[in-house]
C-alpha cells in the first residue's frame, strides 16, 4: 500500500468523523460490492456529497435524504476509477477514424485492406493509420514498399507499427522525403532499412528516420485534435477509465486548453508533455491554461530508446538473430542522449519542479536511466521519477527501483502480445527479467500500470489478464513467476496509478476524502477464472455524476 500507517490512520479518523449525522449525501451506492485499495474486504454501501466520498462502510440510511439519489448497484462489484498511467489520447482518437491493419491476418489481407482503404480517399488524401503487426502471421516476414505500392496509386502512404518506433512508408512518400538509393544516411537516433545488396530503401523506417517522412504530413488543425480528444475520451470512459497520464507532444496543447476551457470535462487528464528541449518545454508549460484537477501538466516526456518489437530497444547484449552485417545489433539511443542533452533535460525538470517521465524498454537503457536519475536527482521519491515501459531489466537493476524509488510506469497487454516472439530476439535468460511485476513489488518498487493506447487495447481487464495469468496472445503462459493477484493488479491501475501522477491523495481510492470516481462492473474480476475480455463497466461515474452507461 502506498499511504504510510500515520496517514492510513488519520484518513480512517477523518471517515469515522464523518459517519456524525449531517446533511444528507447527493448520492448513495447501496446493494453494493465496493472494492479499494485500504478495506480489508468489500463495503456495501458508501455516500457522495459534492463530488467525493463522504462515507464507506455498512449500510447507512441517515445518509439518505429527500433529494438523495440511490444507486442499486444490484450486488455487482463498484471499483475505483481506473487511471491508465500511460496513454496517448490525441493518437489513439485520431486512429479511431484511421486505417487500422493490428488484426491483419496475413500478407494478402494487409495489402487487400490498404488497397480498399486506398480507393475511397479523396485525390492527395495521405494513407494513414497502421498499428500493424506481422508475429502472428505464419509467414511474419516484414512489410516493404513493393507489397503496397500498386495498390496505393501514387497517394504517400505512412503506417506505424503497433508501437509506434518504425513505420511502413510507400515509394510515393520516399519520393517525397528524397530517400534513394544513394542517400542520404542514417539519421541521428534512426535507422533507413535497406537492402544490402542494392542499398534500395524497403520502406522500413525506424526511431527518428521516420520524422525524414512524417514531417511532410499536412498537420490537423487544433479543432480536428479536440475532436480527437473527445472521441479518445468516450472510448476511455467505455472501458472504466476516469483518469489518465496522457502522453502528448508539446505542440498539441493548444487543443488541451480548448478542452480545458470547455469547463463539462467527463474525465481527467495529467498530461506528460512529450518534447527534446525541457527548458524550453518548461517555459511554454508555465502559460498553460488547464483546469486544476481535470487537465494539467504534470511533467515532461523524452525517449531514451525504442522498442523490442522493431529491434530498437537497447540491449546490454545483442540480439538474437541478427542479420550477418548486423551480428552486434544492441538496439539504440534516441537522439539526444549521448551528448548531454539528455542530462540537461532532466536538470530543467528538477528546476521547474516538472516530474521526468522517461521511455526506457531494453535492460541498457533502463540500466542508464536509473544511473542518470541518482546523479540529478537528491529525493527521488519526492521527484516520483518514472521508467516508461521498464519492460526488460538487468537482474540487479530490480531491487534499485526499489531502493531509489523510481516509479515503474509499465503497460502489462505489452507482456501478452511480446510473449509470443521475445525470447526469440533475447533469449530465455533476459526474459527472465522481462516484465518483472511481481519481482519490482517485492523489492519496494511502486508500479503502476496502463496501457499505451493506440499501441495495443486501452481495455484494462485484458491488461489485468495479461499481469494475473501471464497469457499472452498467442495462449501460452509466458514467466508466470512475475504473475500477480488480481488486487494487485488493480491497485497498478488505481492507487498506485494515482501515486505516480501526485494524485493519489484524491483519486485511486473509495474512501472518505477522495473524488467519487467509481465504475459498476458488469461482472465481478475476482471470480474464479473469469472471462476478462466480457468483464466491462455497466456504469461510470466521475466526482458523482454519470458518465457513461452501458448501452450508451
Not at 542508464?368 to 536519475?373: K, M
Amino acid at each position: 500500500m502506498l499511504t504510510t500507517p500515520t496517514a492510513m490512520l488519520s484518513t480512517l479518523a477523518a471517515g469515522l468523523l464523518l459517519l456524525q449525522p449531517g446533511p444528507p449525501a447527493d448520492l448513495v451506492i447501496e446493494n453494493a460490492r465496493i472494492w479499494s485499495d485500504g478495506l480489508p474486504g468489500f463495503a456495501s454501501f458508501a455516500a457522495v456529497r459534492d463530488g467525493e466520498f463522504v462515507y464507506v462502510g455498512d449500510a447507512d440510511p441517515q445518509w439518505i435524504g429527500p433529494q438523495t439519489a440511490v444507486l442499486d448497484a444490484g450486488q455487482r462489484v463498484v471499483l475505483p476509477g481506473l487511471i491508465d498511467s500511460h496513454v496517448h489520447m490525441l493518437g489513439g482518437g485520431t486512429g479511431l477514424a484511421q486505417l487500422q491493419l493490428r488484426d491483419a491476418a496475413d500478407k494478402d489481407e494487409f495489402i487487400a485492406r490498404i488497397a480498399q482503404w486506398s480507393a475511397q480517399l479523396r485525390p492527395g488524401r495521405w494513407i494513414l493509420g497502421g498499428r500493424w503487426s506481422v508475429e502472428s502471421w505464419t509467414s511474419p516476414e516484414s512489410p516493404r514498399k513493393e507489397w503496397i505500392d500498386e495498390v496505393t496509386g501514387g497517394r504517400p502512404l505512412y503506417l506505424p507499427r503497433m508501437d509506434g518506433h518504425s513505420a511502413l512508408v510507400n515509394s510515393a512518400a520516399l519520393e517525397l522525403a528524397g530517400i534513394t538509393r544513394q542517400g542520404p544516411d542514417d539519421p541521428e537516433g534512426g535507422v533507413i532499412d535497406r537492402d544490402p545488396q542494392t542499398r534500395e530503401p524497403t520502406g522500413i523506417l525506424r526511431e527518428s528516420a521516420m520524422f525524414l517522412v512524417s514531417r511532410f504530413i499536412p498537420e490537423p488543425t487544433v479543432d480536428d485534435k479536440v475532436d480527437a480528444l473527445r472521441a479518445a475520451m468516450r472510448h476511455a470512459l467505455a472501458h472504466g477509465i476516469t483518469s489518465a497520464s496522457d502522453v502528448a507532444s508539446i505542440c498539441d496543447l493548444p487543443a488541451y486548453e480548448v478542452l480545458a476551457a470547455d469547463g463539462n470535462l467527463p474525465m481527467r487528464l495529467f498530461v506528460y508533455a512529450t518534447a527534446d528541449d525541457w527548458s524550453g518545454a518548461a517555459e511554454i508549460i508555465k502559460s498553460f491554461q488547464g483546469r486544476e484537477d481535470w487537465i494539467e501538466v504534470n511533467g515532461l516526456k523524452v525517449y531514451l530508446d525504442g522498442s523490442l518489437g522493431s529491434r530498437t530497444a537497447l540491449m546490454r547484449d545483442p540480439y538474437l538473430g541478427n542479420r550477418p552485417d548486423r551480428s552486434q545489433w544492441r538496439g539504440l539511443f534516441r537522439e539526444g542522449v549521448e551528448d548531454g542533452r539528455f542530462a540537461a533535460n532532466l536538470a530543467a525538470a528538477r528546476s521547474a519542479g516538472l516530474q521526468p517521465i522517461v521511455h526506457a524498454i531494453g535492460d541498457q537503457a533502463n540500466h542508464f536511466l536509473l544511473n542518470a536519475y541518482a546523479v540529478e536527482f537528491d529525493d527521488l521519491r519526492a521527484a516520483r521519477c518514472r521508467s516508461e515501459h521498464a519492460q526488460h531489466l538487468l537482474p540487479a537493476d530490480i531491487q534499485r527501483f526499489g531502493d531509489l524509488g523510481v516509479i515503474a510506469s509499465m503497460q502489462p497487454y505489452h507482456k501478452a502480445d511480446d510473449g509470443r516472439y521475445a525470447e526469440a530476439l533475447i533469449g530465455p535468460y533476459r526474459a527472465r527479467s522481462s516484465y518483472a511485476y511481481k519481482s519490482l513489488l517485492d523489492a519496494g518498487a511502486v508500479l503502476a500500470f496502463g496501457s499505451d493506447w493506440p499501441v495495443v487495447s486501452i481495455n484494462p481487464m485484458l491488461g489485468v489478464e495479461a499481469a494475473v495469468t501471464g497469457r499472452t496472445l498467442a495462449g501460452e503462459i509466458w514467466q508466470p513467476q512475475e504473475n500477480l493477484t488480481v488486487g494487485e493488479a488493480l491497485r497498478c491501475y488505481t492507487a498506485r496509478a494515482a501515486y505516480a501522477m501526485f494524485e493519489d491523495t484524491q483519486l485511486g481510492r473509495i474512501a472518505p476524502g477522495y473524488r467519487a470516481d467509481f465504475i459498476i462492473m458488469s461482472a465481478s474480476p475476482f471470480d474464479h477464472e473469469p472471462k476478462w475480455s466480457e468483464i466491462h463497466p455497466v456504469a461510470v461515474y466521475v466526482d458523482g455524476v454519470m458518465r457513461y452507461e452501458a448501452g450508451d
